[in-house]
Antibody, heavy 122, light 108 residues
């Protein structure tokens, strides 16, 4: 069974940093692109970032470009996002998702984790 | 950036009825449109991709149609577990990947 388990969320002050992790199991992690999607409280879904299976290519929403860095460790079957210079508007549940395509992102999220909550507040 | 507009914002129906949800794109996305379901307190779930392809394990009562700028998600006969929020998402011209604002399907 394909499973994704996010961790690393919490309360952080504006301007602070946080690193989220997503542990994957049940599939050959290195052969699939991965994505982070977030959802602010009571709001809709917002794409954050994607990474190819080999980590060669990364993609970012304008709202996080320059502040967030997506990465992966295929030896550990784990996806990461390093979030710096956090703002109140980054407060959200962060979901990691497996791409339906393959090594190259197809931009279709076919399996989602349960999410981890990030709260940016003083 | 391609903007997706979903309608209606809220749809009130009874179990057994047919649901029709719409998603309109600000420019053509060809058939590169997906639909997701999100039940309260849960992560989203992929229902349909590339306009009309059901994802693995999705019941046949869910169907998608459309191309270009106008798309429809149809649920032929509503089950109690189908009452949720539904999002469309485009992958035609990315980044960025964009989602619609969602349609809430509620029990009448």
């Amino acid at each position: 069974e394909v499973q994704l388990l996010e961790s690393g969320g919490g309360l952080v002050q504006p301007g602070g940093s946080l690193r989220l992790s997503c542990a994957a199991s049940g599939f050959t992690f290195s052969t699939y692109a991965m994505t982070w999607v977030r959802q602010a409280p009571g709001k809709g879904l917002e794409w954050v970032s994607s990474i190819s299976g080999s980590a060669t290519n990364t993609y970012y929403a304008d709202s996080v470009k320059g502040r967030f860095t997506i990465s992966r460790d295929n030896s550990k079957n784990t996806l990461y996002v390093q979030m710096n210079t956090l703002r109140a508007e980054d407060t959200a549940v962060y979901y990691c998702a497996k791409d339906l395509g393959g090594v190259v992102p197809a931009a279709i999220a076919d399996v989602w984790g349960q999410g981890t909550t990030v709260t940016v507040s003083s | 950036e391609i903007v997706l507009t979903q309608s209606p914002a809220t749809l009130s129906l009874s179990p057994g009825e047919r649901a029709t949800l719409s998603c309109r794109a600000s420019q053509s996305v060809n058939n590169y449109l997906a639909w997701y379901q999100q039940r309260p307190g849960q992560a989203p779930r992929l229902l349909i991709y590339d306009a009309s392809n059901r994802a693995t394990g999705i019941p046949a009562r869910f169907s998608g149609s459309g191309s270009g700028t106008d798309f429809t998600l149809t649920i032929s006969s509503l089950e109690p577990e189908d009452f949720a929020v539904y999002y469309c998402q485009q992958r035609s011209n990315w980044p960025p990947i964009t989602f619609g604002q969602g349609t809430r399907l509620e029990i009448k």
